[in-house]
Antibody, heavy 121, light 108 residues
Framework: EVQLVESGGGLVQPGGSLRLSCAAS????????MSWARQAPGKGLEWVAK????????YYVDSVKGRFTVSRDNTNNSLYLQMSSLRAEDTAVYYC??????????????WGQGTLVTVSS | EIVLTQSPATLSLSPGERATLSCRAS??????LAWYQQKPGQAPRLLIY???NRATGIPARFGGSGSGTDFTLTISSLEPEDSAVYYC??????????FGGGTKVEIK
């Protein structure tokens, strides 16, 4: 069974940093692109970042470029999101998701349960 | 950036009625579009991939259609448990991957 479990969320002051983790199981983690998405309270979904299987390509939404860094550890089946210079508008539930594999349809079949990040003084 | 516009924002219907949700893209996304259902406090669930294919375990009352810029999610006969927010997402051109703003379906 595929599982994605996020952790690391919490309350942080504006300008602070936080590192989110996503533990993956039930599939060959190193074979898939992985993504982070977020959802501000009462708002819609927003894609945040994406990383290639071997970590050689990374992409970000403009609003987090230069502040967030996505990384992965294929040995330990883990995905990370290092967040710095956090702002109030980064307050959201953060989800990790598995991108479609080769030959698979366009859609995120697997999501984590989400971890809440609150940026407030 | 491809902008996805969903309409209507809210849909209020009775059980057994047909729901038609729209997702319009600012430029062609071919068939690289997915639909999700999200209930309060839960992660989104994939309903439809590649515009018209039901994901594993999704009831047959959910159907997707369209290609290019205009897409539709149809719920043929609403059940009470279909009360949720529905999002579309495009995979054709990224970064960024983009989502629509969502349609809230309320069951009377």
């Amino acid at each position: 069974e595929v599982q994605l479990v996020e952790s690391g969320g919490g309350l942080v002051q504006p300008g602070g940093s936080l590192r989110l983790s996503c533990a993956a199981s039930g599939f060959t983690f190193g074979n898939y692109w992985m993504s982070w998405a977020r959802q501000a309270p009462g708002k819609g979904l927003e894609w945040v970042a994406k990383i290639k299987q071997d970590g050689s390509e990374k992409y970000y939404v403009d609003s987090v470029k230069g502040r967030f860094t996505v990384s992965r550890d294929n040995t330990n089946n883990s995905l990370y999101l290092q967040m710095s210079s956090l702002r109030a508008e980064d307050t959201a539930v953060y989800y990790c998701a598995r991108d479609p594999g080769v030959g698979q349809g366009s859609g995120w079949s697997y999501w984590g349960q989400g971890t809440l990040v609150t940026v407030s003084s | 950036e491809i902008v996805l516009t969903q309409s209507p924002a809210t849909l209020s219907l009775s059980p057994g009625e047909r729901a038609t949700l729209s997702c319009r893209a600012s430029q062609s996304v071919s068939s690289h579009l997915a639909w999700y259902q999200q209930k309060p406090g839960q992660a989104p669930r994939l309903l439809i991939y590649d515009a018209s294919n039901r994901a594993t375990g999704i009831p047959a009352r959910f159907g997707g259609s369209g290609s290019g810029t205009d897409f539709t999610l149809t719920i043929s006969s609403l059940e009470p448990e279909d009360s949720a927010v529905y999002y579309c997402q495009q995979f054709n051109s990224w970064p960024p991957l983009t989502f629509g703003g969502g349609t809230k379906v309320e069951i009377k």
